[in-house]
């Protein structure tokens, strides 16, 4: 019976996914798509507001946050333990686990852990590779390291991502989402060039 339960779950996540985005919402923050070249570099990085990023405050949300959900939810953590993460937390001098996705696609982090971050890619991603990824796959492996190499440079640029906080005839007026958002919001990064089926895939084998 419960094997029967488990195959059916993922007749409807494969087959009718909408089921499980009803009444989801993003987790608050910045979600941002990262698009890389076949060298490694961003193509698209801050991009446009819209379509290759957005910011939810709770309020609206946006067209592309909605598309954006499924993508966070293939990256989340499975039960409510901390040490379900892929983050070792064995990194000197910080605290455990200060990322929170569970993806070797995503990279998922609180506001107030900025600092901290640059220092956790290395076993973060490591860790994520191991766990999810196939002994063999040397390709996808490799993908995900230029990923991990791209976030690394991208860091610093998180402030470039800015709304508009007044817009007249005369002029407009920009703030940095990051420097305005809550120290409790997120950070996400998530990989374009991977297709969403390889999400559900590395999710499934976490």
Request: with cysteine; net charge negative.
């Amino acid at each position: 019976m419960i094997q029967e339960i488990i195959n059916y779950t993922k007749y409807l996540k494969e087959n009718s996914p909408m089921v499980f985005e009803e009444g989801l919402e993003p987790s608050k923050g910045l979600h941002i798509f990262v698009e890389l070249d076949e060298e490694g570099n961003a193509i698209n990085f801050p991009g446009e507001k819209g379509v290759d990023w957005d910011y939810y405050d709770g309020k609206e949300i946006s067209p592309f946050l909605k598309s954006i959900i499924p993508y966070e939810q293939e990256s989340k953590r499975i039960g409510t333990r901390m040490d379900k993460v892929l983050d070792t937390g064995k990194v000197e001098g910080s605290k455990k686990f200060q990322i929170f996705s569970c993806s070797p696609y995503v990279l998922s982090f609180k506001k107030q852990s900025f600092e901290l971050i640059e220092s956790r890619l290395k076993p973060f991603f490591e860790n994520a590779i191991k766990i999810c990824l196939k002994e063999d796959d040397s390709i996808t492996e490799q993908k995900v390291i230029a990923f991990k190499n791209a976030i690394s440079l991208l860091l610093n640029k998180i402030g470039a991502f800015k709304i508009r906080t007044i817009s007249t005839d005369l002029f407009t007026e920009e703030e940095s989402v990051f420097e305005s958002m809550k120290s409790d919001f997120f950070i996400h990064l998530y990989y374009k060039n991977i297709p969403f089926s390889e999400y559900v895939i590395a999710h499934q084998t976490y």
